[in-house]
């Protein structure tokens, strides 16, 4: 039986096996990103960013490192938990959720790594969208790293098996009811377990429907880390910046 509980997401992002799986993320292209990122949008030095679904944190760490005050929140205690070992005076962790307005406004909102179209009511995302405006101070700007679903489809692996730390991870990929799923199933411990991540399948089109309910407005689209033109057959990213 896959475990769901309230949302899968919560249970999931909270196991030590979601960060297992996923330790071998680029640090680098990420860190690239941030600085390409910040230097196009011009944040003035020691400019206030929210890190919105921050997972550990390693965003957040890098964009203090160069310079900004940083606030990163996620849903998960433990991750958070996790994160507050780097806090400093200009880096700290809090648990939020997302729909949510945060309690500070900032110069900019990152949302990263495709974390967003998680959750099970679809008023959700447009509250989301109301509450990172809400974050954004007079001057501020927004952005949602996102998939890019066509390419994404279009690419998707049915079935493989990733060994990580001597676990198996059997992953099959599969598009069903406008989600993009992951069933994960593996061994550790002595036990059996399974999950499944379901993404919406959002495409631009449906960000600015969204955009255009919450009352912002989209300012640039991207492909890339590089921050190269938006193309929905060959990029392998959509990279949003509204206000």
Known sequence: MLKEKTSWYASWFDTPFYHILYKDRDYVEAETFMSN???????PENG???DLACG???????????GYNVTGVDLSENSIKYAKQFENSTLNFDVHNMCKPYK?????????FTSFGYFDKDEDNLKTIKAIKANLNETGFAVIDFMN???????????????????DFHQKRYVKDGYIVKDISFNAEGKDFEFRERVQAFTLNDFITLFENAGVYLFDVFGDFKLNKFDKKTSPRLIMVFK
């Open 104 to 112: 500070k406004q900032f110069d900019a909102v990152f949302n990263l």
């Open 37 to 43: 990122l910040t230097n196009y949008l011009n944040l």
């Open 48 to 50: 206030k960013v929210l």
């Open 149 to 167: 679903t066509e390419f994404v489809i279009d690419n998707l692996v049915a079935e493989d098996v990733k060994t990580v730390d001597g676990i």
């Open 56 to 66: 550990k944190g390693r965003h957040s760490i890098y964009l203090n490192r160069i």
